[in-house]
């Protein structure tokens, strides 16, 4: 009998063996999947942040710090960016422990604060420095008082909370409709730094005391529309001498309304529609002294909370505080102080003649002789912080 047919046969069976070998060596390996990694806790997050970013022992008496804290890690994909200003957005790669260090939280932004990631695996720390306060997935953490102020929503903190605002803002109408002078209230809508009790305390000054016909804009109500709005009612009424008076956020140049800008360029395109009105210009803000020079000229007289180069703070009471009891900001809060003390006060009023004397508006004079007593009382003054800036035609 044939053996060719056997050894076929054994020729197919070692060449079906050697081809499963071949085919078995070109299968992935099996991969064993990883012990699951044991994240870091919280307060070992935050035990880091303390010990290498915010670092409690090397701060100054008076250096403010409020560190802020989320409930849990972030996400990988989960989008950092700040609220305005330079520094690019950016993705979060994997599980970490987010901190916002607001390293002046009276300032009436923008200034410099820190964004930490604590690795939740590994424990290391990223920070990149942003001028506004971030955004996580195009939400706000902690922008709201009620939020900011909350030490349940803080790592650590040095500061004090302010006291609340005096009274809910509410718009209001004229007292003395028709009248020669008149003023725009606005409130930047941030009552965790002040705006609000500023936008109160001019308000009711303006108003109750000296009897112009005023608009007070709050949130919702505080857009350029509305702005320009209160402005043209109050020409078209009659008033020649218009306050325009903006307590905010603010950056070079600008001013924060809820979440539009206005800049100095759209302050000016509206005072141009009205040549036959002299306006007054206050601006408390960070950097308001970037509306001197645009506005000089144009105006009959500009007061800013400080200069283009530095910020401007809401209500700090050092033991150097002449006024420790002052609610707003620390430059607005002295304004209005002279301001509604001038009817009163017989050396003001004879400052007020003078002034007078020297052909100036009434507005004008008020202004300038409270200026002199906010700079005075200005916390952020005294610590060399802050720069107030007052221009007259």
Known sequence: MSRKPA??????????????????????????????????????????????????????????????????????????????GPGLPFRVTGPAWFFWVDDEPYARFEHPTRYVLVDARTGKVRVAVRSWWPLLDGVAPWFDAKDYWNRGNWAYSNAEPPAPPARRLGAYAASAAGTAECAVIVDGGDPRVGTTDDANGMGDVLRVVFGLDTRKLGAPGNQKADIEKAVDELAKDGCTNMLLYVSSHGGNGFVLLGKEKATVNDLKALIQRYPDVGFKVVVDACFSGSFVEPLRGLVEIVVTATDSKSFAWGDEDPPEDPNPTDKGGEFSSGLIEDLRAIPNDQKLLQDIQICLGQGKPLLVCKLRIAYRSAVAKDAGVKKGKTKPQIWEE
């Open 7 to 84: 050894a076929a046969a054994l020729l197919a069976g070692i060449f079906v063996f050697l081809s499963a070998e071949a085919a078995a060596a070109r299968v992935e390996p099996t991969v064993r999947a990883p012990e699951a990694v044991q994240l870091l806790s919280y307060a070992k997050a935050r035990a880091i942040l303390l010990d290498k970013v915010v670092k409690p022992k090397a701060l100054a008496p008076d250096d403010a710090v409020i560190a802020f804290r989320l409930r849990k890690p972030l996400r990988a994909g989960q989008l950092l960016a700040p609220f305005f």
